[in-house]
């Protein structure tokens, strides 16, 4: 598990998920962090198919530079075997940050977006996760 005063990162060999929480406001420096790290954790999943679960009911919209760091990193989860990129989020102006990263990785097919943790769940119940 990677944990920071900004996100923590947990992953699940059992259900091959990957579930990061994250918190506050990001500049770049803290969106390359959690990249970083991010790939560390996921190393034991990169020679098959896993999901990622990604909490974001306790981030707030930030830094414009992050948009880029992001959307890179959630195109390499995806060619690097995620199939599912799953976003909890309830707040209408970090969802349209959000949609930019997605817009940025072209994730717009395999990234989904619940509003509560019930409804993320069950996606990924539903899909083998």
């Known amino acids: 598990m990677n944990l920071s005063m900004h996100y923590n990162i947990d992953a699940d ?11 506050g406001i990001w500049k770049e420096e803290t969106a390359r962090g959690y990249r970083e ?28 530079e992050i948009v880029e760091v992001i959307g890179d990193h959630m195109r390499w989860c995806h060619e690097n075997g995620a199939i599912f990129s799953v976003y909890i989020i309830d707040n209408p102006v970090t969802t349209r940050q959000l949609k930019q990263m997605i817009a940025k990785a ?9 509003r509560t943790a019930g409804e993320a769940e069950k996606f990924l119940k539903d899909n083998g996760f």
């Open 37 to 64: 790290a991010y790939m560390e954790t996921v190393e034991p999943f990169l020679k098959g198919k896993w999901a990622r679960l990604t909490y974001l009911t306790n981030w707030k919209s930030s830094y414009p």
């Open 13 to 23: 060999q059992d259900r091959k998920l990957v579930t990061a929480k994250i918190y």
């Open 106 to 114: 072209q994730a717009e097919d395999y990234a989904k977006l619940f």
